[in-house]
């Protein structure tokens, strides 16, 4: 069975710092990965997928994650965070036909 | 295209009571899965439908149950309601097939059992 840890419950950081959110996975079949985002009172939004191919993806507003395949991990980085990206980040493991499993969380907050 | 719809937002049950959610997908999406997320234990996953199917099962006591309609749409049911089901259930859809189509969620209904 397949399972996902984000070591950091909560990471705070000032505005314009560099962050790096940290999640390890666990599973004997190869894997699709995705970092979703969730502010509050709202449902999850999708941020960036790992499918195949490079191991580098990145998405639309800054964040970027990387596929260590060795280290099983997937870890999110964005170079220089803003207020608006105070949210709770859920990084998440499928496999084919199997259900999608959601790590605990890492609420991040953005200090002024 | 219009995003996963559920309904209702809020609800408010009696312990013992019964309910209902509600979730569209989004159109083409043949794949439903329901999520219950609580402070205390994040996003646990319910169950998946997929072409009226049930795919995937969580672990959650049989008082849980959920059925999907041949548009596509959803439902999940709730009996006997306990103090503990108090959460927020999300339904996410996807394309389905073998796994590669991300999640979609809605915006989730914040049930109260009181």
């Known amino acids: 069975a397949q399972s996902v840890t984000q070591l950091d419950s909560q990471v705070p950081v000032f505005e314009e710092a560099p962050v790096e959110l940290r999640c390890n996975y666990s599973s004997s079949v190869s894997v699709y990965l995705f970092w979703y985002v969730q502010y509050p009172n709202q449902g999850l939004q999708l941020l960036l997928k790992?499918?195949?191919?490079?191991?580098l993806v990145e998405s639309i507003n800054g964040f970027e994650a990387e596929f260590n395949k060795s280290q099983t991990s997937f870890h999110l980085r964005k170079p220089s965070v803003h207020i608006s990206d105070t949210a709770e980040y859920f990084c998440?493991?499928?496999?084919?036909?199997?259900?999608?499993?959601f790590g605990p969380g890492t609420s991040l907050s953005v200090i002024p | 295209k219009a995003g996963v719809t559920q309904t209702p937002r809020y609800l408010i049950k009696t312990r013992g009571q019964q309910v209902t959610l509600s979730c569209s997908p989004i159109s083409g999406h043949r794949s439903v899965s329901w999520y219950q997320q609580t402070p205390g234990q994040g996003l646990q996953f319910l169950f998946e439908y997929f072409s009226e199917t049930q795919r995937n099962k969580g672990n959650f006591p049989g008082r849980f149950s959920g059925r999907q309609f041949s548009n596509s749409r959803s439902e999940m049911n709730v009996s006997t309601l306990e103090l503990g089901d108090s959460a927020l259930y999300l339904c996410?859809?996807?394309?389905?097939?073998?796994?590669?189509?991300?999640?979609?969620f809605g915006n989730g209904t914040r049930l109260t059992v009181t």
């Open positions: 996410a859809s996807s394309l389905g097939g073998r796994g590669r189509s991300p999640l979609h």
């Open positions: 790992y499918l195949s191919g490079s191991t």
């Open positions: 998440a493991v499928k496999t084919s036909y199997d259900k999608v499993i």
